[in-house]
Structure formats: C-alpha cells, structure tokens
T-cell receptor
Framework: AQKVTQAQTEISVVEKEDVTLDCVYE???????LFWYKQPPSGELVFLIR??????QNEISGRYSWNFQKSTSSFNFTITASQVVDSAVYFC?????????????FGIGTKLQVIP | DTEVTQTPKHLVMGMTNKKSLKCEQH?????MYWYKQKAKKPPELMFV???????INESVPSRFSPECPNSSLLNLHLHALQPEDSALYLC????????????????FGPGTRLTVL
C-alpha cells in the first residue's frame, strides 16, 4: 500500500520569506511519480511540479524548487520569496500508473498562510 | 483548451432528491476520475473511468452512480444521499500514462460543493 505523510499541517510565514513543505512517501513499487498540487480556497487543485522515481535531479522553476531524495523517500517543495497569493493548501501526491489511468495517493495537505 | 468544467458549482439537496453532477473536458483525455473531499482532508478517489469503462470503484455506496456517456463527459448521479455525503466533489482527467511516458498530471475541475439536508 502507498502512503504519503505531510507532517506540517499548517505553516505561517511573512511575505518574502522562503518556505519548505515536507513530504515523505512509502511505496514498494519501483516506478512511481511524485507531484505537488496547490488548492486555493476556490477549490480547484492545480498541478505545480512532478518528478519520476528514476530522476533524482533537483530543479528550480521560477520561485519553486524541489528536493527529491530516494534514500530518505522524501520529496520536499520550496517556495522562494513567498507571496500572499501562495496562501493555499498544498498536497503532495504519489502516483502509480495502471493501464490507462493513474492511482493517486494524496498526503493530508499543508495549509500555508503567507502574511503580508 | 486545458480546462475541466463542472456543473453545478453548488448544490443543495434533500435526502429524497435525485440530482446529477456533470464534468466535461475537451483535452482528449481518456481517463476521468471522481473524487470526494471533506473539509480539511485530502481528496478521496471514488471512481475511475478509462476509455469510457469503469476501471475502479473504491467501494462507494450505491447511492452514488457514475456514468461516462462519451470520452468527454462524466456524470455522477446522486440518489437518497445522507448528510454525511456533504462535501466537495472533484472531477479530474488525465492522458493515458503509457502514451505520455508516465509522468503526467491530472487536471482538476473546480468542484461541486454539495450540501445534503
């Protein structure tokens, strides 16, 4: 069975601070995919970043960066110079592909509040 | 068009009503999903359709009945719901993973906020 743990349930930062959201996952599959999704108060989940299990190269995309470490089963996500619009719930997700569809296991979510 | 649309945005229904939620996408995705999300919880998978066939039913009560009339549409028929079924219902779609190298995201609609009285 798959499991995703987001130990931080709520984080508050002051605008322009950097913030890192933690994610630890468990799976016995060797091929899997990791995602971060953002859910603003409007409700729609928005895809942010992704990584497959074979690629541990960490990347930066604009204000977003991520640190994937297979040895510790962690997929942490950092927002640099946070903005008020970043306030939302962030979900880490572990995805397995099965035939023509995906099976997604979400973490419980981390609510980020960016204070002006 | 990279959008998943859902109607209605809000729905209030009594326990004896019959209603339907609708979801539509025009991205050519052949996998479509229904999720249920309670407040302060992550989305929980309910159903998956792949190529218009039901692939996963996560032991959802029969008062929820999914339907996929064609590759662009997904419905969720509701009948005799309970107050505890009040939640945000999210629809999502994705490409077939095998065609896209596996690393694909799901596209989510804005959801329908359902209240059962």
């Amino acid at each position: 069975a798959q499991k995703v743990t987001q130990a931080q349930t709520e984080i508050s930062v002051v605008e322009k601070e950097d913030v890192t959201l933690d994610c630890v996952y468990e799976t016995r599959d060797t091929t899997y995919y990791l995602f971060w999704y953002k859910q603003p108060p409007s409700g729609e989940l928005v895809f942010l970043i992704r990584r497959n299990s074979f690629d541990e190269q960490n990347e930066i995309s604009g204000r977003y960066s991520w640190n994937f470490q297979k040895s510790t089963s962690s997929f942490n996500f950092t927002i640099t110079a946070s903005q008020v619009v970043d306030s939302a719930v962030y979900f880490c997700a572990l995805t397995l592909n099965s035939g023509g569809y995906q099976k997604v296991t979400f973490g419980i979510g981390t609510k980020l509040q960016v204070i002006p | 068009d990279t959008e998943v649309t859902q109607t209605p945005k809000h729905l209030v229904m009594g326990m004896t009503n019959k209603k339907s939620l609708k979801c539509e996408q025009h991205m050519g995705h052949r996998a479509m999903y229904w999720y249920k999300q309670k407040a302060k919880k992550p989305p929980e998978l309910m159903f998956v359709y792949s190529y218009e066939k039901l692939s996963i039913n996560e032991s959802v009560p029969s008062r929820f009945s999914p339907e996929c009339p064609n590759s662009s549409l997904l419905n969720l028929h509701l009948h005799a719901l309970q107050p505890e079924d009040s939640a945000l219902y999210l629809c999502a779609s994705s490409q077939e993973p095998g065609l896209a190298g596996g690393l694909i995201e799901q596209f989510f609609g804005p959801g329908t906020r359902l209240t059962v009285l």
